[in-house]
């Protein structure tokens, strides 16, 4: 077992029962920044393009460079701060998002808001990695359970709120504010954790695997390249071979430096439990499948059914809704009913809610999806509490750190392939639909602007660009034309989520955990 050493605490005023709640109080505060802000951000996407005239790659790399930093670095920040100190690495990933967070509300231009997302991402990495990790040190006996469920709890409503709040910060101030508002949550964070939180550090802590990051991070982001990019080029480009072609020898690179090295990044040998190799699938498959089509149901909801933020986020409030009031109750049954069958049903149930979602049209509003998402949120609501345990159970104590990070990793892949995969598949239908609904009238001519103003958010100027009389066909086309996109990423992502289903069933099997120690453990890894 690991030895934890924990610093001195010293300075006047502070007592031996003070800092553990001060620590509590500042992962909170740093958690709740980074989930918040997490969700804000979807609902503020249409703003962000209208402002920055961003293209539509630029609004899928606005969410994928966060999540493919945030996944690159979350196994070797957890491995770093072990070394260095997790108090040091909370308060540097702190400092990062905090600036970051800055920086993103200032930019000016969308690689500018790009480049400064994957700086967040870095800082999230960090404060993922070592969240839980500074409170199992704080925390013994049942008052670890409580800080735990105190944790949990603003998670959650993290989770539950960023749509409304981005939504009312971009509706009553600017877009610009839902990163600003990171910053004074940041700067008492830090504060915090400067002068009330306790050092540690394991004296045992594996080196950090420096090939291992490098090859995975160039690998996810080729991948990620050439998926969007296929989108603008088409997949016959040769950029986009290249980049595929890149992709793979980087990925079987990262595997050969992975079985050979004695502390690797990734422990590929968990992979032969099939418990964990379903647990990881049903992870990449909830975000591949669910969480990346919110991106373009937002923009459904603003660009073409015009409503505001704050209307949008309040319409999210189904999916989310489903999800809380759901995850107490799987939470409950993970201890009676093997996690199996309420991981696979639960996404099983997320691809009927997709399913559901589906058969939008010109004359549909936002209501045709109330069912789709309240069903996927159902869907979701089983998936989390159990799937967090399955991450751990598994394996001993001393790996949980690393399991849960793997899922944790698994779960920022599938969205950035997924959003990459998703924006490219609605790009090239969307081009496709509005070419077939303009043959034969008067916008054929029109009909690469038409598709290009609806990908780039222009809808008001491509009305007020066309004769009165024409107005009526173009909205018409612009409708369907989105609507048959959405129809079409959505019927994908159900079968992403229906065969995660399938395998999760299969893999995830009540004989591969490991007998629960006496004491309580905690993954090093937030989920």
């Known amino acids: 077992m690991a030895t934890e050493t924990p610093q001195a605490f010293a300075g006047p005023g502070r007592t031996s029962r003070d800092p553990k709640w001060w620590t509590l109080t500042a992962v909170c505060i740093g958690t709740f920044m980074l989930l918040l802000d997490i969700t804000i951000v979807n609902v503020a996407l249409p703003a962000i393009q209208g402002a920055l005239k961003s293209s539509f790659a630029d609004l899928q790399w606005v969410v994928d460079a966060y999540a493919l930093t945030l996944a690159a670095l979350l196994l070797t920040a957890g491995s770093l701060a072990d070394i260095f100190g997790r108090r040091r690495l909370w308060v540097g990933g702190l400092v990062v998002f905090t600036a970051a967070s800055a920086l993103c509300g200032a930019a000016q231009s969308p690689l500018m808001l790009e480049l400064s997302r994957g700086l967040q991402g870095i800082g999230g990495a960090v404060m993922f990695s070592v969240s839980l990790a500074l409170l199992a040190n704080a925390f013994t006996g049942k008052e670890r359970g409580v800080a735990f469920s105190v944790w949990g709890a603003i998670t959650g409503l993290a989770v539950a709120i960023g749509p409304i709040v981005g939504g009312a910060l971009v509706t009553g101030l600017s877009w610009r504010y839902i990163f600003f508002v990171n910053v004074p949550f940041g700067l ?128 999210l409030l189904v999916l989310s809704g489903g999800i809380l009031a759901v995850s107490g109750i799987a939470g409950r049954l993970s201890s009676k009913v093997p996690v199996r069958f309420l991981i696979g049903p639960g996404l099983a149930l997320t691809g009927i809610g997709l399913l559901a979602m589906r058969g939008l049209n010109a004359s549909s509003s936002w209501t045709h999806l109330v069912p789709g998402l309240l069903i996927a949120g159902v869907g979701v609501g089983f998936i989390n509490p159990p799937l967090a345990s399955t991450a751990v159970g598994v394996v001993t104590p001393q790996r949980s750190g690393m399991a849960s990070g793997i899922n944790s990793t698994f779960r920022q892949v599938g ?42 958010g222009n809808v008001p100027t491509l009305l007020a660009s066309v004769p009165g009389s024409q107005r009526a066909l173009l909205a018409t086309v612009m409708r369907s034309s989105f609507t048959s996109s959405l129809n079409e990423i ?38």
Do not use: C
């Open 188 to 315: 008492v964070a830090v504060a915090l954790s400067v002068t009330k939180v306790v050092e540690s550090r394991n004296e045992h802590a594996r080196k950090p695997d420096l090939a291992g990051l490098v090859l995975f991070s160039l690998s996810l982001a080729s991948l990620v390249y050439a998926l969007i990019e296929s989108g603008i080029s088409g997949f016959g480009s040769s950029t986009v071979i290249g980049a595929f072609v890149a992709a793979g020898l980087l990925l079987a690179a990262f595997v050969a430096v992975e079985w050979k090295i004695a502390e690797p990044m990734f422990d590929l040998s968990l992979f032969r439990l099939p418990t964990f190799s379903g647990g990881s699938i049903a992870a990449f498959g909830v975000s591949a499948g669910t969480f990346s089509i919110l991106l373009y149901l937002v923009l459904y909801l603003q660009d073409v059914l015009g409503y505001s933020a704050l209307q949008t986020g309040l319409r």
């Open 415 to 456: 969205i950035a392939t997924g959003i990459a995969l998703l924006g490219t598949l609605f790009a090239n239908h969307l081009v496709s639909s509005v070419a077939a609904l303009t043959r034969g009238t008067p916008l054929a001519t029109h009909a690469a602007a038409i598709s290009g103003g609806l990908e780039s």
């Open 490 to 527: 959505a019927l994908v992502a159900a079968v992403i989520s229906f065969a995660s289903a399938g395998l999760a069933l299969a893999l995830i099997r009540s004989r591969d955990f490991v007998p629960a120690p006496a004491g309580p453990v905690v993954a090093a890894v937030a989920h």
